[in-house]
């Protein structure tokens, strides 16, 4: 059982950035993959950002791609998501989670076993 905790996330203005922290309990971490998605009112969960368990494979959403970095750092179980040139629409409830395979990261959010409680991201105009 992997439990995973999400914070950093806040009120911010359109331009400004955040960093997402996820921390997780579990010793086997670095087996994982791990993920980001996001969740806006009224829509369903999509798939922001991923990176596989060595840290090396890494994938984006096109709407975020040259504005997100996702990096992990598997001694210190941990993941982030440094969102940078943020906009209106990147404001929603924005979720870690782990997928137990030694490949690269999903994009499905089925494939992903375990999940955060979510951190909420609003970006004001």
């Known amino acids: 059982q992997v439990q995973l905790v999400e914070s950093g996330g806040g009120l911010v203005q359109a331009g400004g950035s955040l960093r997402l922290s996820c921390a997780a309990s579990?010793?086997?971490?670095?087996?994982?993959?791990m993920g980001w998605f996001r969740q806006a009112p009224g829509k369903e969960r999509d798939f922001v950002a991923g990176?596989?368990?060595?840290?090396?494979?890494?994938s984006y959403a096109d709407s975020v791609k040259g504005r997100f970095t996702i990096s992990r750092d598997n001694a210190k179980k941990m993941v982030w998501l440094q969102m940078k040139m943020l906009k209106p629409e990147d404001t929603a409830l924005y979720y870690c989670?782990?997928?137990?395979?030694?490949?690269?990261?999903?994009?499905?959010?089925?494939?992903?076993?375990?999940w955060g409680q979510g951190t909420q991201v609003t970006v004001s105009s």
């Open positions: 990176i596989g368990w060595r840290g090396g494979r890494t």
């Open positions: 579990e010793r086997s971490f670095s087996s994982y993959a």
């Open positions: 989670a782990a997928d137990n395979y030694l490949g690269s990261p999903s994009k499905s959010q089925y494939e992903y076993d375990y």
